[in-house]
């Protein structure tokens, strides 16, 4: 998650926890250009790896927007919830597993599974988007759905097949959220605030696919220019944000509506049934045929026996 500023209250009682318990835990760290990582002597080759994977999609990402990070961020990785909501003290919601604090310059990851380590760099790229963004803007706000949006879309390279389903489906249901409406995502359960980070992340692909990137960093750079986001964004596309809002929808509704009829275990479902229909009807045939064949071969059998 990012929308760190909302929590900045806390924000410097947590980086004094922070302080504390790394030093009373003693916990190793590692150094990758402003990035300092904190960790357990147990997870040097998990940080070692981290840092491996996010080294070129960083550079790739700080090229585009021509933002690096000036300033020292702490990244701190925890290994349980336990151990993340210690840190945090529960100021996240529960399906949270990353959280940045771009004015503190610091990042909470948590990689308590399997599934979590193996997502860990686009995790962290998703967080060190927010602190490029907060950079680049001088603190400036933007709306939930282009930070979340930019973090996930900049980290992932495009929604995943899952993700596009899940799309389809609130599209069909017609259960897509508002994007203004995203800003409150932080205090929704965990499958609404799946169906934000999708939609602010195809938002964001809209963005991209048809004005092009550069337009995307032209907002930012407008928003950038002291102006309040509604007049950055209408002098950058030349339309407000309910028209954005207007063909975003009918981009995503002619793009992924159809995925609907590729839910796979509708379609197990359908298929199993006709499968079974196709069996009935084979097993039917062959037994129809047997007793053809069997009546034939009696009769022949009454004719080559009898008187
Ligand atoms: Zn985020």
Redesign the pocket.
Known sequence: ???ANKIIIFGIFIVGQICSLTLAKSLEKQQYGRLVFYYEPGDRLLTERLIKNIDEPLKKIEQLFQESVQTQVSVLITKSDAQFMEYLKGRVPEWSQAV?LPEQRMIVLKLADAEQIKKSPTILL??LM?VLIYDHLKGRYIPTWL??GM??YFSENGLSFEKKIVLAQAIVNKKIIDLAAIDTMFRWNAPKARLAYIEAQSAVEFIVSTYGVERLVELLNNVRQQRSFPEAFVKTFGFDLLDFEIRWNEYIKNKYRWLVLLKIEEWIFALSGVLFLIAVIVVYLRNRKKLKELTIEDFNHLDDGGP
């Open positions: 998650m990012a929308k940045a998703h967080e927010h930070n979340e973090a996930d």
